[in-house]
């Protein structure tokens, strides 16, 4: 996984709770991103960074909120669990520019339900 | 806006078979970057290639070989004499230049039987 821890692996909530993800990388990665998994849908993109201090929203951004404070650190907050957040979430880190390798190496990720 | 169209969604092949995954993709950018990433039972997403926009050049590793076609927009992936541990989900990305804003695909089952 190049690098990109998560914690935890499994979390259970009740509607309403709020709730950090935390990723974390020792590679240096320049981007960063946090995707959901839902069944026959792929990966959507959340948010992603491309550096400390900046975000951005990516597909499905609603119910989450992110910063990048430093470039190792990448947490995905939960604002208000709701069982549509039910989901596999993956962190994942982009070497970039700075090495030309473009290629996400992800972490482990967190399985969620919302109860 | 940038799209990845998985043709198959689930593939079953009796093992030593030769299987082939279609991937189609929209951009308007002129650089961009597609993948292939493997996710195994297990769960874990594990990249097996990239490639450039400017770059048509197919490649082999092994039993697996990719073929990107810009005039058909479409980058697809072979497995010659497949295996069981071939057995996972497959998915085919795109990303901008410089690697940002990755897009996946709904990404194929592919099941080798023995």
């Known amino acids: 996984n190049a690098g990109v821890t998560q914690t935890p692996k499994f979390q259970v909530l009740k509607t309403g709770q709020s709730m950090t993800l935390q990723c974390a990388q020792d590679m240096n990665h320049e981007y960063m991103s946090w995707y959901r998994q839902d069944p026959g849908m792929g990966l959507r993109l959340i948010h992603y960074?491309?550096?400390?201090?900046?975000?951005d929203q990516g597909e499905v951004p609603n119910g989450y909120n992110v910063s990048r404070s430093t470039t190792e650190d990448f947490p995905l907050r939960l604002l208000s669990a709701a069982p549509s957040q039910t989901s596999v979430y993956f962190c994942a880190g982009t070497p970039g520019l700075a090495t030309l390798v473009y290629e996400q190496f992800f972490g482990p990720g967190t399985r969620l339900t919302v109860l | 806006a940038q799209k990845v169209t998985q043709v198959q969604t689930e593939i079953s092949v009796v093992e030593k078979e030769d299987v082939t995954l279609d991937c189609v993709y929209e951009?308007?950018?002129?650089?961009?970057?597609l993948f292939w990433y493997k996710q195994p039972p297990s769960g874990e997403l594990v990249f097996l290639i990239r490639r450039n926009s400017f770059d048509e050049q197919n490649e082999i590793s092994g039993r697996y070989s990719w073929n990107f076609q810009k005039s058909t927009s479409s980058f697809n992936f072979t497995i010659t004499a497949s295996q069981v541990v071939d057995s996972a989900v497959y998915f085919c990305?795109?990303?901008?230049?410089?690697?940002?804003?990755?897009?996946f695909g709904p990404g194929t089952r592919l099941s080798v039987l023995p």
């Open positions: 990305a795109l990303s901008e230049a410089w690697g940002q804003n990755f897009v």
């Open positions: 951009t308007r950018d002129t650089t961009y970057y």
């Open positions: 960074s491309v550096g400390a201090g900046i975000t």
